[in-house]
């Protein structure tokens, strides 16, 4: 983040160029397959009930279960609901009107982070295999740019992101799966031995272990972007363990909580570092359907979107009758870091996310106002 500046800019998306943002510093997050319903809702009843979903009802009713919504989705989303609700912005609460979506037909993982990152929802069919995606996105563009080379970074649970963000053709680390961190350091040398010690790898890294390497990057390069895609609730929802998919989700907020808390602590990143918090896609939202997604299963297209910190409104959960679609992060995320994101397709617009006293009169944090 920049030292407060006691100067307003106004900028309209038609203009050329950018203003100052008040973001230095962006890091997004992904929690794959994770529903609208659990972040708005809590844990489900009908779900939460089904001993074909859940080993321990009785436990998990006790961890996470309450007849008031609210206290609900504290219990599962604490920082979430303490935090991000009182200093962010949460949307996607379609029992408000408040409709967050991605916009690519096919609604699954590879198009739904395709969309994220690129701005476009390619009508292109690119299924869930390790093929190199065609399109800009986001985070290769940024690390061309001056001030930004060397300086963006990508660490997911699933192997498959080395191709969706095209790692091979730029200079773009994204270091995904299993695979071995590059770095000496003391930290990164345990990750890799428990890495490679590990019996039950699949496509996806467990999660904490993908954190932990994103982690121990922040602290030791202190990279101005960085991404940290997150995977094992999707996992999990697929098996049909209702249970465990709650838990990575509790265990997300944990580790989203966690970093929050090092940014805030770390002199680098203090007061000028903003989080995005997404998903990919939703799923289905009844008891039959929960586990999968897809264009054919209803609900799959619906997701959410939290941000928090510097150039984001303190709104808390937007009531707003509203639509926003995934391809909106992209430039968003150029938006706050007062650039503008450009490609040989088209750019979904940035979201319009100016603190409110900006929107009233002037006052000491740079603003950036943007059309939808």
């Known amino acids: 983040m920049k030292l407060l500046i006691p100067v307003i800019f106004i900028f309209i998306i038609s203009s050329t160029s950018f203003a100052q943002s008040p973001a230095k510093n962006i890091v997004i997050i992904t929690i794959d397959g994770t529903r609208w319903q659990e972040i708005f809702r809590g844990a ?4 939460l009930h089904n001993s074909s979903y859940v080993k321990d009802t009785s436990l998990m009713l006790q961890q996470y279960w309450h007849s008031d919504a609210g206290e609900r989705r504290r219990r ?3 920082f979430f609901w303490q935090v991000i609700a009182q200093q962010g912005q949460l949307l996607g609460n379609r029992e408000l009107g408040n409709d967050v979506n991605v916009a690519n037909l096919y609604k699954i993982s590879y ?4 969309e994220i990152f690129t701005g476009y929802a390619d009508k292109l069919f690119i299924p869930n295999l390790a093929i190199n995606n065609p399109r800009s996105n986001i985070l290769q563009w940024l690390n061309n740019q001056p001030g930004y080379q060397g300086k963006v970074a990508a660490f997911c649970s ?9 790692e091979k053709s730029g200079q773009l680390p994204v270091n995904a799966g299993y695979e071995a961190l590059d ?40 990279p101005r972007v960085m991404y940290l895609g997150l995977g094992e609730t999707d996992e999990f929802a697929h098996h049909g363990d209702y249970d465990t998919y709650l838990q990575k989700i509790h265990q997300a907020d944990a580790m989203i909580a966690e970093l929050w808390y090092f940014v805030q602590t770390d002199p680098f990143y203090k007061n000028n ?26 609900g799959s297209g619906q997701t959410w979107l939290a941000m928090l910190g510097p150039g984001v409104a303190a709104e808390g ?44 009169a002037a006052c000491e944090i740079p603003a950036v106002i943007v059309s939808r």
């Open 158 to 166: 699933w192997r498959v992101f080395p191709f969706i963000l095209d």
């Open 273 to 298: 570092t903003t989080f995005i918090i997404t998903t990919d896609h939703g799923r289905g939202s009844r008891v039959g359907n929960w586990k999968s997604h897809g264009f054919w299963i209803k």
């Open 183 to 222: 770095d000496d350091d003391s930290t990164s040398i345990l990750i890799n031995e428990v890495q490679h010690n590990m019996d039950d790898k699949n496509n996806t890294r467990h999660d904490m272990l993908t954190y932990e390497c994103a982690k121990n990057y922040l602290q030791q390069k202190h």
């Open 111 to 114: 198009p739904g982070y395709s």
């Open 317 to 360: 959960e937007s009531k707003s009758n509203q639509q926003v679609y995934q391809k909106q992060v992209a430039a968003t995320v150029a938006a706050l870091l007062g650039v503008q994101f450009t490609a040989r397709h088209h750019i979904g617009q940035p979201l319009a996310i100016v603190p409110v006293k900006e929107k009233e």
């Open 44 to 47: 489900d009843s009908a779900l």
């Open 76 to 78: 599962l989303l604490p």
